[in-house]
């Protein structure tokens, strides 16, 4: 079992930078995979970008890439997702969520824990 934590939202002009956390606890953090997914008001959740256990490997959608990177601190049971030149089409609630055995990464169904997600908005 993992339980996982977001944080770091908030309030952000165009162009401005966040940075999110995904705190884990419950389980060997490194042994699992993590994705970022966000979800805007009246659309479905969507892929954002993931890093493998060790964080050697990351993959990101089309709409974030270049201005988004994730990155892990395992000894600290953490993920981040460092997110510059906001634009207002970045905001949505965003989710880190855990898997075990990584498929693509992609898919919300291939991940088994979730968190309860961190509020984004970008004003024009």
């Known amino acids: 079992q993992v339980q996982l934590a977001e944080s770091g939202g908030g309030l952000v002009q165009t162009g401005g930078s966040l940075r999110l956390s995904c705190a884990a606890s419950g389980s060997t953090f490194s042994n699992y995979a993590v994705g970022w997914f966000r979800q805007a008001p009246g659309k479905e959740r969507e892929f954002v970008g993931r890093?493998?256990?060790?964080?050697?490997?990351?993959l990101y959608a089309d709409s974030v890439k270049g201005r988004f990177t994730i990155s892990r601190d395992n000894a600290k049971n953490t993920v981040y997702l460092q997110m510059n030149s906001l634009k207002p089409e970045d905001t949505a609630v965003y989710y880190c969520?855990?898997?075990?055995?990584?498929?693509?990464?992609?898919?919300?169904?291939?991940?088994?824990?979730w968190g309860k997600g961190t509020q984004v908005t970008v004003s024009s």
């Open positions: 969520a855990a898997v075990f055995r990584l498929r693509t990464g992609v898919r919300r169904d291939e991940y088994d824990y």
């Open positions: 890093i493998t256990r060790s964080g050697d490997s990351t």
